[in-house]
C-alpha cells in the first residue's frame, strides 16, 4: 500500500520513549489508545473543535468503546506512523467512530477503533454537533467501511 509522507492533523509520526514499553520489551498496549487519543484531540483542534470552543458550546466527546487489533510488534526505536479516518456517524453527528492504524514502514502493526458521542454537560445527555461543527467533522476523511450509526 502506497503511503504519503506529508503528515497533517489525521497522522502523525512517533519514536516510542523507554518509558512505552513492557517487559518484554515490546510498546505497552495502553501507549496505543494514549497516541490515538492524541491524535483525535490534534485533528479536533485542526478543525477549531478545541477545548475552549467545546466549553463554550457545552459539549463533550464521550467514548463507548475502544479497541485495538494487534498484528505486529513494535519496540524501542521504531519509527511508527499513526493515521485516523472517520468510519461513522450518525445525522446529526451525535455518534462517531474512528479507525486508527498504526505503520511501521509499509507494515501495518495496528488497528484501534472508536466508537463515541458528543455530550451535552449540562442536560448529562448525547447531542448532536452544533452545524458549524457537523460541516467540519464531516471535512474529516472518511474510511472505507464508513457506515452510518
Not at 513494535?74 to 499513526?82: E, N, P, S, T, Y
Request: hydrophobic share 45%.
Amino acid at each position: 500500500m502506497s503511503r504519503s509522507p506529508k503528515l497533517n492533523a489525521l497522522e502523525t509520526e512517533v519514536q516510542f520513549r523507554w518509558s512505552d514499553l513492557d517487559v518484554l520489551g515490546h510498546v505497552r498496549h495502553t501507549v496505543y489508545y494514549d497516541l490515538c487519543a492524541s491524535l483525535r484531540t490534534r485533528a479536533m483542534n485542526a478543525l477549531g473543535i478545541d477545548i475552549k470552543a467545546m466549553q463554550k458550546a457545552g459539549l463533550a466527546p464521550v467514548l463507548f468503546r475502544e479497541q485495538c487489533l494487534f498484528k505486529r510488534e513494535l519496540q524501542f526505536g521504531d519509527a511508527v506512523r499513526i493515521d485516523m479516518q472517520l468510519s461513522g456517524m450518525r445525522d446529526g453527528g451525535a455518534r462517531f467512530a474512528f479507525d486508527h492504524r498504526f505503520w511501521r514502514g509499509e507494515t501495518l502493526c495496528a488497528e484501534l477503533e472508536v466508537e463515541g458521542a458528543w455530550m451535552n454537560l449540562q442536560e448529562r445527555k448525547l447531542s448532536a454537533l452544533p452545524e458549524e461543527w457537523q460541516a467540519k467533522f464531516e471535512a474529516i476523511e472518511s474510511s472505507p467501511n464508513f457506515r452510518v450509526l
